[in-house]
């Protein structure tokens, strides 16, 4: 059983940034595959990026160059570095992990976190 609880969100400017941050527990971190994901009001919810247990990385075409995906595997947690923030970034953002690799696909992550609110002001 895997545990996530992200933390980091708030309110920001547009042209801000923001760091977000998921600690997991219950699991042996380094082989977990883990991502974002994020689900505006009345939207459809977006996969945001994606790390593999060993580091490699992949991300939504409508965060590539702004978004930055890393995390501390003796830490246990995973962090977005969220840079040029811009107002239809607002979301509820999530952390979600499945064991063996990282895919794109949002249904193959069984464990989730509860969610942070990021909101950008224009």
């Known amino acids: 059983q895997v545990q996530l609880v992200e933390s980091g969100g708030g309110l920001v400017q547009a042209g801000g940034s923001l760091t977000l941050s998921c600690t997991a527990s219950g699991t042996i971190f380094h082989i977990v595959a883990m991502t974002w994901h994020r689900q505006a009001p009345g939207k459809q919810r977006e996969l945001v990026a994606s790390?593999?247990?060993?580091?490699?990385?992949d991300y939504g075409d409508s965060v590539k160059g702004r978004f930055t995906i890393s995390r501390d595997n003796n830490q246990n947690t995973v962090y977005l570095q969220m840079n040029s923030l811009k107002p239809e970034d607002t979301a509820t953002y999530y952390c979600a992990a499945k064991f063996g690799m990282a895919t794109m696909i949002q249904t193959s992550y069984p464990y989730w976190g509860q969610g942070t609110q990021v909101t950008v002001s224009s």
């Open positions: 790390i593999n247990s060993g580091g490699g990385t």
